[in-house]
């Protein structure tokens, strides 16, 4: 008799907080002593499920356009970004360009927008697709 992972009762949080690395050190990033984090919603959750309902919408309008080339990747770049700010809760520690608190949509999109620091949003990508962050233990 094999594991029956069907049998195995898990639950899963709707939200899970991510403490941003350095993506040079490795090392978790602090603020005064403090985690920089963002949470985020998970598969869980209804605002993912909505957030993934939209993307798939944009992109089979996407691929009716018969878009090609870099007009196709800025597209699907700005349709990532809009994911990734749609299931964007909040922010501890992390502030934009100008010292504000990271908190309404639009500064998540200038965050996720910003090639500069383009490694907080694969971060936040990388996080949010894995189960197991979420899993309530």
Known sequence: MGF??????????????LNL??????????EDGKPVSITVYGKSSKQHRKAVEALLKKEE??????????????????????FLMAISVSTDNL???????????EQFKELYSDEEVSWIRDQVSAFASVDTNFMKV
């Open 4 to 17: 029956n992972p069907h049998k195995k009762q898990m639950t899963f949080a709707e939200t899970a907080t």
């Open 21 to 30: 690395v350095d993506p040079i050190t490795g090392i978790d990033l602090e």
């Open 61 to 82: 309008k996407l691929e009716a356009s018969k878009k090609k080339g870099s007009a196709l990747l800025d597209e699907r770049r700005a349709n990532s970004i809009e």
């Open 95 to 105: 502030v934009d360009a100008d010292n504000n608190p990271v908190e309404s949509a």
